[in-house]
């Protein structure tokens, strides 16, 4: 007998309809033996609508009651999951998430998850019954209701699986499992069937957007075993493990892609120590995430300094940049959203040393140019022009031998 979390995002539970498909679905986990608990999301579209709601009444509502409307979302959903679930027949018990004492940090609207108390669970499925849950939400020390930021109920599943030491967390969603890269982008990507948690967090934070990424480092941490898998199509979906002996076979796991991106660049600052600091230091007292940087070798004294943030901070970024270039007495500013980025992804890297020329000798082929370059231990990132996106994508998928191949 295996206990597995099971979470079912937006469009899965979007209609009373889908719900009782979910509820059959859970039902015939738990009759071929499994004990289940399912983790739920608000219906597609509610929380977006919540906030609207919200934003009619107040341009910057309450942090704190932002939580309590935000979480009614997917106090719907379990509810009506439970009912669909007896109406077949299964003993069935929905939860909030404080009722199960998920226990958060304060922080409204991005909480983190400090301990969940799974005894009550426990105590419920060992009676029979399939447990229903609430997804992205928990209550702090003071009781007062929080949310895990958007997207949050995959982290809620995963944290589930953890204190519960689950066999499996499966994330049912609307894609069949993680792809080599964005099937509209290129429609040769394949599914793969494992990846390791370290290849899942890189692909996501560069732009793949699966998995809430918290949800991936929380997986890791305890070593849940994480499956993404299609809520409307049979299949095994993908599983999210820790590496394998034989990391020779995979060597690339994935390409990821951000549209996301925007480059800034100082030039003609003096080159001396500390300007490093002088430009980015400002920047992060903003609380803006600086990804790549890179510094030109001086000439004359000066230097040219060029990093990117995500576009929706190109504006404060270019502010702070312009004040900071006329403290400097820098000679020009400048900032450009006409680019992306292109992350080459996977553990096989750490024994393969050419695979980062090989990107490059790829890219040339196809003469494109590359503007920024970045590595980790297993990824390689590139920044360039916006309109070599698909080119870039679809050469590298070739070049890394990561197309569908028939069998
Ligand atoms: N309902 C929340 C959202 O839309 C949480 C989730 O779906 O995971 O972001
Ligand atoms: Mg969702």
Redesign the pocket.
Known sequence: MALIVQKY??TSVGSTERIQAVAEKVKRYHDAGNQVVVVV??MSG???RLIALAEEISPRPSAREMDVL?ST??QVTIALLSMALHQLGQDARSYTGGQVHIRTDSSHSKARILDIDGERVKADLDAGRVVVVA??QGTDEEGNITTLG?????TTAVAMAAALDADECQIFTDVDGVYTTDPRVEPNARKLDRITFEEMLELASSGSKVL?IRSVEFAGKYNVPLRVLSSFEEGEGTLITLEEEDVEKAKIAGIAFSRDEAKLTIRGVPDHPGVAYQILGPIGEANIEVDMIVQNIGKDDTTDFTFTVHRNDQAEALDILQKTAKELGAREVESDDRIVKIALVGVGMRSHAAIASNMFKALAREQINIQMISTSEIKVSVIVDEKYLELGVRTLHEAFGLDQVES
């Open positions: 995002g937006g999301s608000a509610e929380t977006n935000l979302g997917e997804g992205f958007r997207g949050g109920s995959d809430q």
